[in-house]
């Protein structure tokens, strides 16, 4: 009955919770202090904000597929440069920082599953452990980015041809790899090579950068309680992202550091 | 937690979470190996089905889309589908021009 207020509004209130739809004239229905006004329920929040996080992923699906994309093309351009590029790169320690990676996500997936059934100690636990191991991540690319910066592999004006121009006087690659010397122009674009290389991981290490800062926080906050009464959503969303960087790192490795190996 | 306030969605356990852990690491071990064997051009093509095989994994289970509500699922295939039309149609149009040292 449309023309009466009082039971349209009770309508309306019973929507918030089932049990109380007997109470349709109280004003202000009990529900958890989370559950923001403009939602129906927590599950009816809980579920918008997850879209609107997968939403924010997919724009930076389309962030680094660009970056991707131009990876290709390049590597299909000047090809021999960009293989004698990629044996640069030191397969364990990829390797390694996959692992880490990977680890990293297990135990952020084991973090949302603390907060979800209410276990602050192991919520605490797992986001230190996943601090731990992105810091970790972050220390290796250290060891590699300064590898790259003594045999001046980073664009700019000190980068050296040497290694590519005349592999032998890089025994350690040369070994491995067996190198036959590039023509000087193609030797020029392994700098395309490294600016990629240094553009994708770069970006993706801000990604853990700003993960690892707002991991500080919620260890901070789950310390004090939060996130294990309920109110899972900010680590269910910060999941997402945290998984979301380790499937760039995946592609990465495969990129940058594998298929280039033999050729 | 109590009638009301109580989640709906399904929580995935950690015995999922180790399984999928362990299926990571053997992939991971399967690419690296695979990189050392001389395939020629199976060697990009099977390093990225298994990054691909390890990002479905990711996604279905650490990300919980596999347990997600239908509007999620159509939401993440469709940003990939999009991603997929984006990037082969851009490698389509460079691989088809005559420019020579393709």
């Not at chain 2, 969605?9 to 690419?31: E, K, M, R, S």
Request: proline share 4%; net charge negative.
């Amino acid at each position: 009955m449309p023309d009466s207020p009082a039971i349209a509004h009770g309508a309306e209130r019973s929507v918030y919770n089932a049990d109380n739809a007997d109470n349709a004239d109280n004003l202000h229905v009990e529900h958890p202090p989370y559950l923001r006004h403009h939602f129906n329920s927590t599950e009816q929040q809980a579920d918008t904000s997850s879209f609107a996080m997968w939403l924010f992923l997919l724009t930076e699906v389309m962030f680094f597929g660009g970056l991707f994309t131009a990876y290709l093309i390049y590597r299909n351009w000047y090809y021999p440069a960009f293989v004698a590029g990629s044996h640069q790169l030191n397969v364990i320690w990829g390797t390694t920082n996959t692992v880490v990676l990977i680890l990293s996500s297990f135990t952020m997936a084991m973090g949302v599953w603390c907060a979800e059934t209410g276990r602050r100690k192991g919520l605490v636990l797992s986001l230190s452990l996943t601090f731990i191991l992105g810091l970790a991540f972050l220390g290796i690319k250290t060891i590699e980015y300064h590898e790259k910066w003594e045999k001046h592999h980073v664009p700019g004006f000190h980068y050296s041809l040497s290694s590519f121009t005349e592999p032998q006087s890089d025994p350690a690659i040369y070994a491995e790899y067996h190198d036959k010397p590039l023509a000087p122009d193609m030797a020029r674009h392994t700098e395309l090579y490294f600016s990629l290389y240094f553009a994708m991981t770069g970006m993706h290490a801000l990604h853990m950068i700003i993960g690892i800062g707002i991991l500080g926080f919620m260890i901070f906050r789950a310390r004090a309680g939060a996130y294990t009464s309920g109110h899972v959503t900010f680590v269910e969303n910060f999941g997402l992202y945290w998984h979301f960087v380790d499937i760039v790192w995946i592609y990465l490795f495969a990129l940058l550091y594998l298929i280039s190996r033999h050729q | 937690m109590s009638g009301q306030n109580e989640h709906a969605h399904h929580i995935v356990g950690p015995g999922v979470y180790v399984v999928i852990l362990f299926c990571l690491l053997i992939g991971t071990g399967l690419t690296v190996w695979a990189s050392f064997l001389e395939l020629g051009p199976w060697n990009p093509i099977i390093a990225l089905a298994i990054a691909t095989g390890k990002a479905m994994l990711v996604v279905l289970f650490f990300m919980h889309v596999k347990y997600s509500t239908k509007l999620t699922k159509l939401t993440v295939f469709a940003g990939i589908f999009m991603f997929l039309v984006l990037i082969s149609m851009t490698l389509a149009d460079y691989m088809s021009r005559a420019w020579g040292s393709w």
